[in-house]
């Protein structure tokens, strides 16, 4: 596990040009540059909100304001550094703020920037491996992709785009808070007002596919989804082992259902995996299917085990960036198998502009390939990015909870040629904060903002929220159900981990928090969450 990097107020030097049109995992923004900071000067973030809960009140009953774009935050008056605090954390970044009494050359850093995510592929497999009685490796665990596993009830915007909203609660550790920022894009549009479908499915047969719950739930999973798309979406299939082989060229589904089971049903598990090949042909098959209005899309179904050919993600999809490019052909990757590649598929899809899931039962297949089609297919937004301000007169220090790979140099916030996340409709995005406030603050904490590309015309977009200290006064477990939720994924991934998140109960009561809160919200998936929990702390003890 990777130890966190405390960030000091005179740590600021070193430039970040090379940081420019790309993202850079695990980055760790430095201070800006003079012409930055007389930039930051000009602005100012004294502006005062309140913070929204689930149902858009923060925990004091008020509304969270969403404005326009996210101001330039104002600097905290010249400061020394701020002592370490006793003890470090297992993930995620923390920094702190400068206290506001002591001379300083340049402010502290107080600006939090990263990539939006929705990928939920990290819990799915957690909480398979735990089915099979092993605890997952630490490594594959992202907690922000815990966090993002379950639905919350965020105000949605119309048409595309985001809504803003933030609360937050006391963590149970002295001076310690939650600050929680969700972002909503809107509903599906009905199946049949929906821009048509031209899907090339990539498809791993080698031959560890041949085991239970791998090729055969593929195959099921998509005969059900060929009797869902409608007659006017396009349907490729790609398959490969040692090879790649076009088995279905970008064929109409109407007329030809038949035509494309047949095709389906004839998968068989061969030999080795290259994955390289798979990819490349597949891309290839989707450029010359792409179709003008359609949401043009590549779908890898595999256990992600690559052992034939490239098998480093960066380099296998250097090989197809005009594609993604010229035609803004996206990644979906569905992985499968007790086995799971998870750090191939999670840095493809990364790099592929797209996003993953991980699926081990018909249930969660047909959830994923059918009833969810049109969030994995669609887009509403590209390169989004969200920025969280803190406010250096109320906040001492701050940790993003997740997200190390999805990490943004804070001056990239508004370079549009930087690699932001790709959000369909319908989907809710979370990010969580541990925040510690200076001993008697009061007023504004934090402006919380997200810009984003429209999925068409590419033009950009910002919407924010505010929040204030008011608004983590109660205590998380008596927070709305939203909250809580967020948190017991939170402690959970920090527990497998080894972390040290702020007033982290021990598993029995986590689970036992998880339970009360099935109970309260009949979710069968929070369900789910408390039975992943206990089966953790059997394993660990």
């Given at each position: 596990?990777?130890?966190?990097?405390?960030?000091?107020?005179?740590d600021?030097?070193?430039?970040?040009?090379?940081?420019?049109a790309?993202r850079?995992p695990?980055?760790?923004?430095?201070?800006?540059?003079?012409?930055?900071?007389?930039?930051?000067?000009?602005?100012?973030?004294?502006?005062?909100?309140?913070?929204?809960?689930?149902?858009?009140?923060?925990?004091?009953?008020?509304?969270?304001?969403?404005?326009?774009?996210?101001?330039?935050?104002?600097?905290?008056?010249?400061?020394?550094?701020?002592?370490?605090?006793?003890?470090?954390?297992?993930?995620?970044?923390?920094?702190?703020i400068a206290?506001?009494?002591t001379?300083?050359?340049?402010?502290?850093?107080?600006?939090?920037?990263?990539?939006?995510d929705?990928?939920t592929?990290?819990?799915?497999?957690?909480?398979?491996?735990?089915?099979?009685?092993?605890?997952?490796?630490?490594?594959t665990v992202?907690?922000?992709?815990?966090?993002?596993?379950?639905?919350?009830?965020?105000?949605r915007?119309?048409?595309?785009?985001?809504?803003?909203?933030?609360?937050?609660?006391?963590?149970?550790?002295?001076?310690?808070?939650?600050?929680?920022?969700?972002?909503?894009?809107g509903?599906?549009?009905?199946?049949?007002?929906?821009?048509p479908?031209?899907?090339?499915?990539?498809?791993?047969?080698?031959?560890?596919?041949?085991?239970?719950?791998?090729?055969?739930?593929?195959?099921?999973?998509?005969?059900?989804?060929?009797?869902?798309?409608?007659?006017?979406?396009?349907?490729?299939?790609?398959?490969?082992?040692?090879?790649?082989?076009?088995?279905?060229?970008?064929?109409?589904?109407?007329?030809?259902?038949?035509?494309?089971?047949?095709?389906?049903?004839?998968?068989?598990?061969?030999?080795?995996?290259?994955?390289?090949?798979?990819?490349r042909?597949?891309?290839?098959?989707?450029?010359?299917?792409?179709?003008?209005?359609a949401?043009?899309?590549?779908?890898?179904?595999?256990?992600?085990?690559?052992?034939?050919?490239?098998?480093?993600?960066?380099?296998?999809l250097?090989r197809?960036?005009?594609?993604?490019r010229?035609?803004?052909?996206?990644?979906?990757g569905?992985?499968?198998?007790?086995?799971?590649g998870?750090?191939?598929m999670?840095r493809?899809?990364?790099?592929?502009?797209?996003?993953?899931?991980?699926?081990?039962?018909?249930?969660?297949?047909?959830?994923?390939?059918?009833?969810?089609?049109p969030?994995?297919?669609?887009?509403?937004?590209?390169?989004?990015?969200?920025?969280?301000?803190?406010d250096?007169?109320?906040?001492?220090?701050?940790?993003?909870?997740?997200?190390?790979?999805?990490?943004?140099?804070?001056?990239?916030?508004?370079?549009?040629?930087?690699?932001?996340?790709?959000?369909?409709?319908?989907?809710?995005?979370t990010?969580?904060?541990?925040?510690?406030?200076?001993?008697?603050a009061?007023?504004?904490?934090?402006?919380?903002?997200?810009?984003?590309?429209?999925?068409?015309?590419?033009?950009?977009?910002?919407?924010?929220?505010?929040?204030?200290?008011?608004a983590?006064?109660?205590?998380?477990w008596?927070?709305?159900?939203?909250?809580?939720?967020?948190?017991?994924?939170?402690?959970?991934?920090?527990?497998?981990?080894?972390?040290?998140?702020?007033?982290?109960?021990?598993l029995?009561?986590?689970?036992?928090?998880?339970?009360?809160?099935?109970?309260a919200t009949?979710?069968?998936?929070v369900?789910?969450?408390?039975?992943?929990?206990?089966r953790?702390?059997?394993?660990?003890?």
């Amino acid at each position: 596990m990777r130890p966190d990097s405390e960030h000091r107020a005179g740590d600021r030097d070193r430039t970040r040009a090379a940081a420019r049109a790309r993202r850079r995992p695990r980055a760790r923004t430095r201070a800006r540059a003079a012409g930055l900071l007389t930039a930051v000067l000009v602005g100012g973030l004294l502006v005062t909100g309140c913070a929204g809960g689930s149902d858009g009140s923060s925990s004091d009953g008020s509304k969270a304001r969403r404005t326009g774009p996210l101001p330039a935050p104002a600097p905290a008056r010249p400061s020394a550094p701020a002592p370490t605090a006793p003890g470090t954390e297992a993930d995620g970044e923390q920094r702190d703020i400068a206290p506001t009494d002591t001379p300083s050359p340049t402010p502290a850093d107080y600006l939090s920037t990263f990539a939006l995510d929705v990928d939920t592929a990290s819990y799915g497999y957690a909480r398979r491996t735990l089915a099979d009685g092993r605890l997952p490796d630490p490594k594959t665990v992202r907690p922000e992709e815990f966090i993002n596993s379950f639905r919350q009830d965020y105000p949605r915007p119309e048409g595309d785009g985001f809504s803003v909203t933030a609360d937050g609660a006391r963590a149970g550790e002295e001076g310690w808070s939650f600050l929680r920022i969700g972002l909503a894009t809107g509903p599906a549009a009905p199946a049949s007002e929906r821009p048509p479908a031209a899907l090339t499915f990539v498809i791993d047969v080698s031959g560890s596919m041949a085991e239970t719950g791998r090729l055969d739930l593929v195959k099921q999973s998509l005969g059900v989804m060929t009797d869902q798309l409608r007659s006017d979406d396009s349907l490729a299939l790609v398959t490969f082992s040692d090879t790649a082989e076009t088995v279905l060229p970008m064929t109409r589904v109407g007329g030809s259902r038949g035509r494309v089971h047949d095709a389906i049903d004839s998968l068989e598990p061969r030999s080795s995996t290259n994955l390289d090949a798979g990819v490349r042909t597949g891309y290839d098959t989707a450029v010359e299917g792409a179709r003008p209005g359609a949401t043009n899309r590549v779908v890898l179904l595999s256990d992600a085990l690559a052992n034939t050919g490239e098998t480093d993600a960066d380099a296998i999809l250097d090989r197809i960036s005009d594609a993604r490019r010229e035609h803004g052909i996206t990644l979906f990757g569905v992985g499968v198998g007790s086995e799971y590649g998870d750090a191939l598929m999670e840095r493809l899809a990364d790099k592929g502009d797209g996003h993953t899931t991980y699926v081990s039962t018909p249930e969660e297949a047909r959830k994923v390939f059918c009833d969810e089609l049109p969030q994995n297919i669609e887009l509403r937004a590209r390169e989004a990015k969200a920025q969280v301000a803190f406010d250096p007169q109320t906040v001492l220090r701050f940790r993003l909870i997740g997200y190390d790979d999805r990490q943004v140099a804070d001056d990239d916030y508004r370079d549009d040629r930087v690699d932001g996340g790709e959000v369909g409709p319908d989907h809710t995005v979370t990010a969580l904060y541990a925040v510690r406030l200076r001993p008697g603050a009061s007023g504004h904490v934090a402006t919380a903002g997200v810009r984003w590309l429209d999925p068409d015309t590419r033009s950009p977009h910002e919407e924010t929220a505010q929040i204030e200290a008011s608004a983590l006064d109660t205590d998380v477990w008596r927070s709305n159900h939203g909250l809580q939720l967020t948190a017991t994924a939170a402690y959970f991934a920090d527990a497998l981990r080894q972390g040290a998140l702020p007033g982290a109960p021990t598993l029995p009561q986590l689970a036992s928090r998880a339970d009360e809160l099935a109970r309260a919200t009949e979710d069968k998936d929070v369900r789910q969450l408390a039975e992943a929990i206990r089966r953790a702390d059997g394993l660990q003890n």
